[in-house]
T-cell receptor, first 115, second 111 residues
Framework: GAGVSQSPSNKVTEKGKDVELRCDPISGHTALYWYRQSLGQGLEFLIYFQGNSAPDKSGLPSDRFSAERTGGSVSTLTIQRTQQEDSAVYLC?????????????FGPGTRLTVT | GEDVEQSLFLSVREGDSSVINCTYTDSSSTYLYWYKQEPGAGLQLLTYIFSNMDMKQDQRLTVLLNKKDKHLSLRIADTQTGDSAIYFCAESKSSASKIIFGSGTRLSIRP
């Protein structure tokens, strides 16, 4: 009965480096979402996966951001050439679309700090 | 466009009712949510309401929806110290689609 897990929980990186953030959704959940929460702000949608395909990637802020999902399970969000404005908490959520998909279950997030 | 707005802070006395308000702009929103975020904890769905409803009650929580004014509120009766958290109003067009969140209202409880 594990929930959504994310790794690492914290990441400090230098400006210009690439980072990979990982999300393990709840087993069997077909839908997976990435959001970003900047300090003092609400959650900003980044990308949505249904299975391994991404029907909505409208929230990715630039082409430095990409994400993939393999085996209908684990997803990786990659940020290339990180900038200071990328500093935020990156949240992953999953839902069971076959069961209606109404509730998105959120992971604890990865706090990314770009120095 | 899609936008959800809510006030940033609310302070209430323990035992009083808390009312958190929210407005949204997208008239095609089908689902409206209230999420709770406690310090050090993940985001948790508190309650939701379909756009064809105008009220939903769940124990101490009452959600009111005025679809004409695109106004959503969350009332917490008998507010307790454990209710201290950030409350996010959110909307989506369909289940399993992306959720648009407000900036969150930080609720603090006075003794």
């Amino acid at each position: 009965g594990a929930g959504v897990s994310q790794s690492p929980s914290n990441k400090v990186t230098e400006k210009g480096k690439d980072v990979e953030l990982r999300c393990d959704p709840i087993s069997g959940h077909t839908a997976l979402y990435w959001y970003r929460q900047s300090l003092g702000q609400g959650l900003e949608f980044l990308i949505y996966f249904q299975g391994n395909s991404a029907p909505d990637k409208s929230g990715l802020p630039s082409d430095r951001f990409s994400a993939e999902r393999t085996g209908g399970s684990v997803s990786t969000l990659t940020i290339q050439r990180t900038q200071q404005e990328d500093s935020a908490v990156y949240l992953c959520a999953s839902s069971d679309r076959l069961a209606g998909g109404l509730e998105q279950y959120f992971g604890p997030g990865t706090r990314l700090t770009v120095t | 466009g899609e936008d959800v707005e809510q006030s940033l802070f609310l302070s209430v006395r323990e035992g009083d009712s808390s009312v958190i308000n929210c407005t949204y702009t997208d008239s095609s929103s089908t689902y409206l949510y209230w999420y709770k975020q406690e310090p050090g904890a993940g985001l948790q769905l508190l309650t939701y309401i379909f756009s064809n409803m105008d009220m939903k009650q769940d124990q101490r929580l009452t959600v009111l929806l005025n679809k004409k004014d695109k106004h959503l509120s969350l009332r917490i009766a008998d507010t307790q110290t454990g209710d201290s958290a950030i409350y996010f109003c959110a909307e989506s067009k369909s289940s399993a689609s992306k959720i648009i969140f407000g900036s969150g209202t930080r609720l603090s409880i006075r003794p």
